[in-house]
């Protein structure tokens, strides 16, 4: 089973069938996949979500399930996923992030990224993680900027023109943060 994440605002979750449709609205959301080829249908939302149940079933951590505190919501998901294709940095573990746009711009993603590096780490003993999105995705690498996650190169990913941030355990311990969830 794996593990959930807690933070002030945040529960990081396994994933549960009621979340389904919410995350079908989220991944047809224009304004959420402005920055992906297209918004998902259906079918590629609860694919996607086989791929993640998959991954964790794999690996034992993932992209978990984001749910609001205050609220039981379900908001989207933050969490660690290994990339399937090849790059200069790969095989490589990847901290990624998507939540609905009503919940935007209020330090969530940033919060819930901070528990599954710390997560990463200090439980899972990894070593680095990385991050990517194209350059105009800019919410996305400044969250990785706050998470102290350095920019270490601009290239083409799958064809596709991409910043590359990364950080190790090292830099990560340097930040020294002292971290309210667990
Ligand atoms: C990327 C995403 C997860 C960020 O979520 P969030 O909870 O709003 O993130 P945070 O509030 O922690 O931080 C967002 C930062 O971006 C900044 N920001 C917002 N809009 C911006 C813009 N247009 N240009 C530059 N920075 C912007 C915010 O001011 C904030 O930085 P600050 O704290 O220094 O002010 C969210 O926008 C999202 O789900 N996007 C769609 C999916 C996606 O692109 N995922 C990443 C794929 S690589």
């Not at 992209?63 to 908001?75: D, V």
């Not at 990339?83 to 009503?102: C, G, S, V």
């Not at 711009?105 to 528990?115: F, K, M, N, S, Y």
């Not at 969250?143 to 590359?164: A, F, N, P, Q, Y």
Request: charged share 20%; net charge neutral.
């Amino acid at each position: 089973m794996p593990h959930t994440l807690t933070t002030p605002r945040l529960t990081l979750r396994p994933w549960r069938a009621s979340d389904c449709v919410p995350f079908h609205h989220l991944n047809a959301d224009p304004r959420v996949m402005e920055h992906f080829p297209s918004t998902l249908t259906p079918q590629e939302s609860d694919a996607l979500i086989a791929r993640i149940n998959h991954h964790f079933a794999h690996h034992g951590y993932g992209p978990y399930a984001a749910e609001l505190k205050e609220t039981g919501a379900f908001i989207g998901y933050i969490g660690l996923y290994t990339p399937t294709f090849e790059a200069h940095f790969t095989p490589a573990i990847e901290i990624a992030w998507r939540l609905a746009a009503d919940h935007w711009g209020r330090g969530l993603a940033t919060e819930g990224a901070r528990a599954v590096l710390h997560h990463a780490f200090h439980t899972l003993n990894l070593a680095s993680l990385v991050s990517f999105t194209v350059p105009a995705n800019q919410r996305s690498s400044r969250v990785m900027e706050k998470l102290g996650m350095i920019c270490r190169r601009r290239t083409l990913l799958d064809g596709i023109d991409s910043v590359i941030y990364g950080i190790d355990r090292g830099e990560f311990e340097q930040r020294g943060w002292t971290f309210a969830g667990r």
